[in-house]
């Protein structure tokens, strides 16, 4: 896990799921993968919204060329364990195959924070929209 993470998932835990910085007033959740090649847990921290009992994350990679390591673990691996506040739960995740659900999805992170609106504009991909069920 990279510094980075490790400071934001400590603050997370030490505060119950509340952090400052560049995800100060966000839904961020912990997601916990096992690593397609490594078979070890590796951990993300993710901007998050909801879609009645789902929680909905999308495989941004702030508008970079390639998905993020995690999404390539959640897609070997689905089984996946989720921190939000003071709860902790495995969960199944799904990547979205519908385009107007996706669009929705994403659509919907927009709204709850503006920079996903940016990453759509610097990649070429369809940045993936995955769907986290307990």
Same mark, same amino acid.
């Given at each position: 896990m990279s510094d980075f993470n490790e400071k934001i998932a400590a603050e997370f835990r030490a505060n119950e799921g509340v952090v400052g910085g560049p995800?100060?007033?966000r839904n961020l959740l912990l997601l916990t993968t096992i690593g397609a090649k490594s078979g070890e847990?590796?951990?993300s921290p993710l901007v998050y919204t909801r879609d009645g009992d789902?929680?909905?994350?999308a495989a941004s990679y @702030?508008?970079?060329p /390639?998905?993020?390591?995690?999404f390539h673990n959640l897609v070997a691996n689905p089984k996946v364990v989720v921190e939000v506040g003071t709860e902790k739960f495995e969960a199944t995740a799904s990547v979205v195959e519908d385009r107007a659900e996706r669009d929705r999805l994403y659509a919907?992170?927009?709204?709850?924070?503006e920079g996903f609106a @940016?990453?759509?504009? /610097?990649?070429?991909?369809?940045?993936p929209v995955i769907v986290l069920q307990r």
């Open positions: 995800f100060e007033g847990e590796r951990l789902r929680y909905v994350i @702030a508008g970079a /390639k998905n993020p390591a995690w919907g992170m927009v709204e709850h924070a @940016a990453y759509e504009t /610097k990649t070429d991909r369809l940045i």
